[in-house]
């Protein structure tokens, strides 16, 4: 969404994505400085949400401000921990909702419920827990 709007920003992701951006070891970018957000454990984590969902509290059911911003993580294990510790934000009460163990469309039983139940949760084949928080 940045990119969108910031013209530098954009000119950076796609020296990224062309592979002409100067890496350090093992192909790590350096970011630059205004955007860079210094690692001092848990906190900068708290930091990074507070800068992309600012007042979340007041805006999380908004549906524009929601699909404007993003994090996003190398795996999925890191993505269930941002979600976790954004909805941990909300206001209200933590509910959880159950699922099905099965893949839509699949009519051959590719799918064994065993695999289904041993892939991480909230992965495209078995969402087996939906969080939500409300009043």
Known sequence: MRSLHDQEFAKFLIRIGDGVEPTKPDDMVRLPLHIEIPWEGEHSIQVLIQHIFPNLELHGWDAPYM???????????????????????????????????????????????????????????????HRFVGP
Request: without cysteine; hydrophobic residues 35%; charged residues 25%.
């Open 67 to 129: 699909v404007q911003r993003a994090i996003l993580t190398p795996t999925n294990d890191d993505v269930q921990k941002l979600n976790d510790m954004i909805i941990d934000q909300f206001p209200g009460e933590e509910h959880n909702l159950l699922s099905f163990d099965e893949v839509e469309g699949d009519n051959h039983n590719l799918y064994q419920q065993e695999f289904l139940n041993s892939i991480a949760q909230d992965t495209w084949l078995t969402p087996h827990r």
